[in-house]
């Protein structure tokens, strides 16, 4: 069962070298993830080269809308019908995470419809940081009910965050706050909720429809309350794989040194990913 990585900008060259552009920009601070990225991808057929040669079998691909705290604006450019596109061309190997705006609560949810109905996006991923709210703010409960109607997978950054943003709204405690008031919507925490890990796996183990991603840190650098949960029996049903981008390969090889049951391994490269978004 190959991995399936459940959080992936989708690094093509174009959506790279936009994000770099603004996390260049005045009052800015560079993102230090940017340069674990390389170059970015020429295109889709070098990237779906990339995941072959990694042993990778799909992605879901964020169509991050990440706001600038500093200037209003978008940080990196849409890429929805990038990611329709290739989800098309390569059907099976790269899925969509859409995304919303809590600025435009109409306009957001419109959209997501239409992202939802062309099968390409399998959930949806939100970043508050940029717009100084908080996951559980109020712009965002329209969001959770359209989601939890649909029986939508949310997944949403927790923990700190790189950019020039204030990090205290990926507080992972705020997920208990909604899953008390939406207890069918599945919500995926990401980045490991450092360094708030404590709080992360509180809230994943009181409810059983919040996830975990092991995603934006190698394995070796993750906390360690984490690495036992995420290796132990019931946490590896509720831990996802993803990299936020990271080398597949570095990742892997680092995931393999943990010495994680293999049944358990399965579960959280691939079996968790596709049931919780039903590729």
């Known amino acids: 069962m190959k991995p399936i990585d459940t959080l992936f900008p989708l690094l093509l060259k174009e959506w790279k070298d936009s994000w770099v552009a603004a996390t260049n920009s005045p009052g800015e601070l560079k993102c230090q993830v940017e340069a674990a990225w390389g170059d970015g991808f020429d295109s889709a057929e070098d990237l779906i080269g990339a995941m072959d040669a990694a042993g990778v079998g799909a992605v879901l691909a964020t169509d991050l809308l990440a706001w600038s705290y500093t200037r209003h604006e978008r940080f990196a450019r849409d890429m ?7 989800a098309e061309q390569y059907p099976g190997r790269v899925y ?3 995304d919303y705006d809590p600025q435009d609560i109409g306009g957001s949810l419109d959209k997501l419809e239409r992202d939802l109905d062309t099968g390409a996006f399998k959930g949806l991923y939100i970043h508050t940081y940029g717009f100084d709210i908080g996951l559980d703010d109020r712009k965002m409960y329209p969001l959770y ?3 939890q109607s649909r029986g939508v997978p949310v997944t949403m950054q927790i923990g700190h965050v790189l950019e020039a943003m204030p990090s205290e709204h990926g507080r992972p405690m705020q997920l208990d706050r909604i899953a008390c008031d939406f207890p069918k919507l599945v ?15 509180a809230v994943c183990m009181k409810w059983p429809n ?9 394995p070796k650098y993750m906390d360690p309350a984490f690495l036992r949960y995420m290796g132990s029996r019931t946490g590896s049903t509720k831990v996802m794989f993803g990299t936020n981008g990271l080398d597949w390969g570095r990742y892997l090889k680092s995931f393999e040194g943990l010495g994680i049951h293999p049944d358990r391994t399965e579960n959280i490269l691939h079996n968790n990913a596709k049931r919780v978004f039903g590729l």
């Open 187 to 201: 919500m995926v925490g990401t980045h490991t909720g450092w360094p708030w890990v404590s709080e992360a796996l």
């Open 145 to 147: 009910a359209y989601c």
């Open 96 to 98: 969509g995470l859409a």
């Open 210 to 218: 919040v996830y975990l991603s092991a995603s934006a840190w190698l």
């Open 80 to 86: 929805t019908g990038r990611i329709e596109e290739i």
